[in-house]
């Protein structure tokens, strides 16, 4: 069993692993009890199967021989400035290392009652639902969520909500065939943002699952948003169809340019001149890794 398989097995949510540098990757915008039980159940496991490891600074776990402190940090500052010439633009305003941000929109949540009483099961596909729910009913914690990524996971943990289900595959028509089976026979609720692009709710309806949906948050163009230059060869990251829609409206599409998909379902709506690289996983931090593996 290989150190991504023990790693999959796992379950993880606050850590990602790094097939390339042979780490396994701490998500440092989380800091609570719940990563503290993940490390300790990933240290434990380990030690258990006497792989040999070493906990970094950040608390991320490194599986290499390390190098000498002076090697280590010469390899460091060199990939640094490297991965600082990349020019890698994310289309929204949330921060991440080695990207600059194009804010293209904006997410106005609706105001309005949402009533949870009679669901047995919550369905979340965005962030953006749950901090919506949250601010409209905190009834929502107390019903099992199912949620499409680990991204949206944390979100759930982080607001102490009940986390009932993790999506392996992280693309939306899968997703609902995932869970099907579990949910059939119940009566469940989509949270969701005013345009979907997946077939979740019918492809549910259709495998005998009570399934109602409601728009409880917009996601509108940014038409303060401020053009600003792309050099060429640039990496864009595009996080959805609208960030598609949104780019075309202030920027024109150099060829030398590249592409990259947060996931399959946002890389159906590029032009068909524009070819994307899908991100191995659905999070923004694996865009922008996706983007710093390219020469």
């Given at each position: 069993m290989d150190i991504k398989e023990i790693i999959n097995s796992l379950n993880l949510i606050y850590y990602e692993f790094d097939n390339k540098k042979n780490i396994l990757i701490k998500d440092v915008n989380y800091t609570n009890k719940y990563t503290r039980l993940e490390f300790f159940k990933i240290t434990y496991y380990l030690t258990k199967k006497n792989i040999s490891f070493n906990v970094l600074k950040d608390k991320s776990i490194n599986f290499s021989k390390s190098n000498s402190g002076i090697k280590s940090y010469v390899l460091s500052f060199l990939q640094n400035i490297n991965n600082s010439k990349k020019n890698i633009f994310l289309l929204n305003d949330k921060k991440v290392k080695w990207a600059e941000n194009i804010p293209l929109f904006k997410i106005i949540y609706k105001e309005k009652k949402v009533r949870l009483d009679d669901y047995d099961a919550l369905i979340f596909t965005s962030k953006n639902a749950i901090n919506a729910i949250e601010s409209m009913n905190k009834d929502w914690k107390t019903i099992p969520s199912y949620v499409i990524s680990e991204q949206t996971a944390k979100l759930v943990k982080e607001l102490n909500g009940n986390l009932e289900y993790i999506s392996k595959t992280k693309h939306g028509d899968e997703f609902a065939y995932e869970i099907c089976d579990k949910l059939k026979g119940k009566k469940v609720l989509y949270l969701r943002g005013k345009e979907i692009v997946s077939d979740l709710i019918n492809i549910l309806q259709n495998n005998d699952v009570v399934c109602d949906d409601d728009v409880i948050y917009e996601n509108k163009f940014n038409?303060?948003?401020?053009?600003?230059?792309?050099?060429?060869?640039?990496?864009?990251?595009?996080?959805?169809?609208?960030?598609?829609?949104?780019?075309?409206?202030?920027?024109?599409?150099?060829?030398?340019?590249?592409?990259?998909?947060?996931?399959?379902?946002?890389?159906?709506?590029?032009?068909?001149?524009?070819?994307?690289?899908?991100?191995?996983?659905?999070?923004?931090?694996?865009?922008?890794?996706?983007?710093l593996s390219l020469s």
């Open positions: 038409k303060e948003v401020k053009k600003k230059k792309i050099p060429k060869n640039s990496k864009i990251i595009f996080t959805s169809p609208s960030t598609i829609k949104y780019f075309f409206k202030v920027f024109s599409w150099d060829e030398s340019y590249t592409a990259i998909s947060i996931g399959k379902t946002t890389a159906k709506y590029f032009p068909k001149n524009i070819k994307p690289i899908i991100a191995k996983n659905t999070s923004f931090k694996s865009c922008v890794d996706t983007a």
